[in-house]
């Protein structure tokens, strides 16, 4: 009888193939920081062998759950069919982490039924779209006798960004005069723009910092280096003896002036 009844058991969990399948992920792709609909089914519980059915989707990055959402559903087998009516159907809306990587990031459900002694895992995608921006930054220009920086930055993310702010923090590599911050205004796809600041930098690499709003209304820092190499600049700095061209000028201005009024009294000398 023993043999006879754990026989039977073993068929009925055999009979219980539960398949779990993502019929939609809706928006596709999803977008950090905002929500995103998933719509499971569980094929085969449509077979009363498996009894009790339990199916989570697990509260794990890079989806949240809101407080008081539905995780877990328990469903008794063999009320559910095979055409997708209402009561087939598994649904969840949940949001997407704000740091979440643009493209597929795994999901998982679990599942169990009656007389099974172990929950399942299977692993799903969740996809997201090209929503965070990357950019390029570089030392467009630098004048030693004004001290004026620019900075060149291109978006070359596949979204637009808006209100990108530009920093430069404290390094020991540049010496700002005034402000470190300097707003660079909105940026689709694949466009640039430029930054200007007061400072004295020196050979090396320069930290920048690039906060931004992204099309999720999501605001967003990247940080970012620049390599500043003087040689390329050199025709800009006074030279080293003598005077400057400035310097030469106003010297050629005051003597110009002192020759004009040296003839003009010697004139009036001569003509006594």
């Keep these: 009888m023993f043999c006879v009844l754990f026989f039977l058991a073993a068929v ?100 169990s039924y009656s007389g099974s002694q172990a929950k399942i895992l299977k692993q799903f995608n969740l996809n997201l779209g090209d929503s965070q921006a990357n950019f390029e930054l570089f030392v467009k220009d630098y004048n030693y006798a004004t001290q004026a920086l620019s900075l060149e930055i291109l978006n070359y993310g596949k979204s637009q960004v808006q209100a990108i702010l530009v920093e430069v923090p404290k390094q020991e590599n540049i010496i700002l005069t005034g402000a470190n911050k300097n707003l660079a205004g909105d940026l689709d796809a694949n466009e640039y723009t430029s930054v200007d600041f007061t400072a004295s930098p020196s050979d090396g690499p320069i930290q920048i910092l690039i906060s931004y709003t992204d099309v999720a209304g999501i605001r967003r820092s990247i940080a970012k280096q620049v390599v500043f190499d003087s040689s390329y600049f050199v025709n800009t700095k006074p030279s080293s003896g003598g005077f400057s061209w400035t310097t030469t000028l106003i010297i050629i201005i005051v003597l110009a002036i002192g020759y004009y009024f040296y003839r003009r009294n010697k004139k009036k000398k001569s003509t006594r």
């Design 12 to 111: 009925s969990a055999e009979a219980c193939n539960l398949v779990p399948v993502l019929l939609n992920q809706d928006p596709y792709p999803a977008t950090q920081g905002e929500y995103v609909k998933f719509a499971f089914q569980l094929q085969g519980i449509e077979n009363s062998d498996c009894g009790k059915v339990s199916f989570e989707l697990l509260s794990k990055y890079p989806i949240i759950f809101d407080p008081n959402a539905t995780t877990k559903y328990e469903i008794d087998a063999g009320t559910f069919k095979r055409d997708f009516n209402p009561y087939s159907i598994l649904t969840y809306k949940v949001r997407v982490d704000n740091d979440a990587v643009d493209g597929d990031n795994p999901i998982e459900v679990q599942y």
